[in-house]
């Protein structure tokens, strides 16, 4: 087995604006194997909230370049490295060598007949007239999901409704709310027909929702990063989303999926903005999943080549076996 880590820069088309941050581009890690004339690839954004960097990325994945090229398998990597990017990478390169050296696709290996998602577009903060104009802008995407924070959260999204009567909106706050706001944001919530509130509270703070009633659902994103953390924020969130920076890769997040699932509660899979390759294995995800959040590329000035088809509606064709898996 050969490793190779490479990093890229892709530029966004403009700049994304969530709760504390701002975004102009990405700086994917890259990780290709190669064994007996096939390779798999992976790519990693990282998470930004627990101090990945590209750089720390890079160095977690040299400290296992022996062991991975001496013979380590995908399940050797789960214990071998700790949920983040940097196993995210490496566990996708590892799902896409085993489908190319098998000949098989990940739907033939994982036993699953696939459907094309239909993902969310995403709208960063900005002037109610600007969040707006962009979901206006977004016009062929049934499904929005819009970015708030403390700052007249109500008026921008009256302004999008305005704009949008027909879409099905999505909000996420990023930790941005006290329980005092999302307690007298909620009756304007349902009148404005909101699908479904995303970690509206501080990660760690879950507990303040204990007992909480809320008509809208509920979503946990930075509350519960990977399968370890699952079992004490599961408890207040109807909704669980999940993504393969945060928990280390396709195999962890299909173990979070399964067990959401068998605990009644509705599964997404999100995105930390990365390219298709990032959106490839995502997509096997989402096949389980109510909420899709895979519009990554469409944030981007530039998708990798082969990259996945974004139709009218919000339909996402099929990953290309080429592209990954």
Known sequence: MRMTIDTHRFALRAPFVITGHTFTEINPVWVHLESEGHTGRGEAIGVYYTGETTESMVSQLESVRTEVEAGATRTDIQHLLPAGGARNALDCAYWDLECKSSGTTIWQLLGLVPHELNTVATIGIGTPEAMAQQARDYHSFEKLKIKLDGDSPLEKLRAIRHARPEASL????NQGWSLQELTDYLPALEELHIAMVEQPLARGTDTQLEGFSSAIPLGADESCLDLAEYDSV???YDVINIKLDKCGGLTEALAIA??????GKSVMVGNMTGTSLSMAPSYVVGQSCEFVDIDGPVLLAEDVPGG??????????????????
């Open 234 to 236: 599961a408890p207040f």
């Open 308 to 325: 996945l088809v974004y139709r009218e509606g919000g339909t996402v064709g099929l990953p290309e076996p080429e592209l990954w898996g």
């Open 170 to 173: 999505v909000i996420d706050v």
């Open 258 to 263: 399964t067990r959401a699932t068998e605990d």
